[in-house]
């Protein structure tokens, strides 16, 4: 099955940043799982039909079958069949990640946290699983998963607005009911204080998934986990910047200047070389 090789656009990405203060042959690894996490993505957000998306995730879930197989096909798969044997990547994480992927082809809205969680935890806490195993230190799950769904929570409040554009609404609907804000005001971009109020309930849930992460962290894996915190600080800084915003995501896309990224990465990197943690600021 023709499919083409998604180009590598992690230099404009909140990852990129973090990939270069790890050794080399942990940043290849990294890459090469990134690239594979591009590709499902890409799937997802083409404007294919259903049966065709759901085709090309097919050829993916093959494909990762004949990685663990040593036997894959695909130039992805073949570098991320030697990263697998190395690390001795979990396969599990990975069918996770695939069945995430799949959820937005068709899972449009969410009844509560309980169900958009699972949705976080698959579609970035397995990725953050598996960059465990190449750094190291496996035992950091509760770590890992935290910080993962604090990303995606924090992307979902970054991109509403694009979101709702492709019929997407991952804020639980239990909480629209809770502040008083419609599905419809929310598809017609209406900005009011109870959106306001919505968003914020939402952010202090992702603040505190970035606070129980920080918490949960084990001194002696700092320093092995400093792609991870640059990422935190990253992520925690945007959120914090959404708030500042008072959560007006319809007029603008909230984001971070790449200088201001690798201000936040160096001075993460430092803290974390004098045995520092982040500070949490959100």
């Not at 023709?2 to 590598?8: A, C, G």
Request: net charge positive; glycine share 4%; proline share 3%.
């Amino acid at each position: 099955m023709p499919l083409q090789t998604p180009r590598m656009t992690h230099r404009k990405s909140n990852f990129g940043i973090s990939f270069l203060f790890l050794p080399r042959r942990q940043r290849e690894a990294i890459e090469r799982v990134y690239a594979f996490c591009r590709a499902l993505d890409d799937v997802s957000d083409s404007a294919l039909g259903p049966e065709e998306k759901k085709r090309q995730l097919e050829f993916w879930r093959n494909e990762l079958d004949r990685c663990y197989a040593e036997k894959a096909e695909h130039p992805i798969t073949v570098a991320l069949q030697e990263t697998v044997q190395e690390f001795n990547l979990t396969r599990t994480y990975f069918e996770e990640l695939t069945q995430g992927v799949e959820m937005d082809f068709t899972v449009t809205r969410y009844s509560s946290f309980v169900t958009l969680s699972q949705y976080c935890y698959r579609v970035a806490g397995t990725v953050g699983l598996i960059c465990l195993e190449i750094f190291g230190c496996p035992g950091e799950k509760d770590y890992a998963v935290a910080l993962g769904i604090a990303f995606q929570v924090t992307n979902i409040l970054r991109d509403v607005k694009d979101d709702a554009g492709h019929g997407r609404i991952y804020l639980p609907q239990d909480d629209f009911l809770r502040f008083g804000y419609s599905e419809n005001e929310l598809l017609n971009s209406t900005y009011n204080d109870r959106f306001v109020e919505l968003m914020r309930f939402e952010a202090e849930r992702a603040g505190d998934y970035f606070r129980r992460a920080a918490d949960l962290i084990k001194p002696e894996h700092r320093r092995q986990l400093i792609a991870s915190e640059i990422m935190a600080a990253i992520y925690s800084t945007l959120l914090r910047e959404i708030k500042i915003a008072r959560y007006n995501v319809f007029d603008q896309r909230v984001r971070l200047s790449k200088p201001r990224k690798v201000a936040l990465a160096l001075k993460t990197a430092l803290m974390n070389r004098i045995g520092i943690g982040r500070a949490i600021s959100i």
